[in-house]
């Protein structure tokens, strides 16, 4: 079984950083694909990014591609995500996922979600 606890979240002005991080616990780390999802009040979960085990595969949405690095370090059990350049469509919860197999876009195929961590973009 595995935890995820996600930590990071918080109050950004637009054009700000924020970097996420998400610490797992339970069978070996580097077993597992990690991902973020997204949701937004009134709207569905929505894919941001995912990382393969050894951190050498990533996939981004478009809407992030080019602000947003997901990175992991198997040696503290960690991933992390960096958001930069926020706009106010950014703001959502965001969760920490993972999975046994390849990286997916898709929030079913995940196994494992933290409880999530507010990010909020606003002047």
């Known amino acids: 079984q595995e935890k995820l606890v996600e930590s990071g979240g918080g109050l950004v002005q637009p054009g700000g950083s924020l970097r996420l991080s998400c610490a797992a616990s339970?069978?070996?780390?580097?077993?597992?694909?990690m991902g973020w999802f997204r949701q937004a009040p009134g709207k569905e979960r929505e894919f941001v990014t995912t990382?393969?085990?050894?951190?050498?595969?990533?996939y981004y949405a478009d809407s992030v591609k080019g602000r947003f690095t997901i990175s992991r370090d198997n040696a503290k059990n960690t991933v992390y995500l960096q958001m930069n350049s926020l706009k106010p469509e950014d703001t959502a919860v965001y969760y920490c996922?993972?999975?046994?197999?390849?990286?997916?876009?898709?929030?079913?195929?995940?196994?494992?979600w933290g409880q999530g961590t507010q990010v909020t973009v606003s002047s």
């Open positions: 339970g069978r070996t780390f580097s077993d597992y694909s």
């Open positions: 996922v993972a999975r046994t197999y390849a990286p997916s876009r898709y929030p079913n195929e995940y196994n494992y």
């Open positions: 990382i393969n085990w050894s951190g050498g595969i990533t």
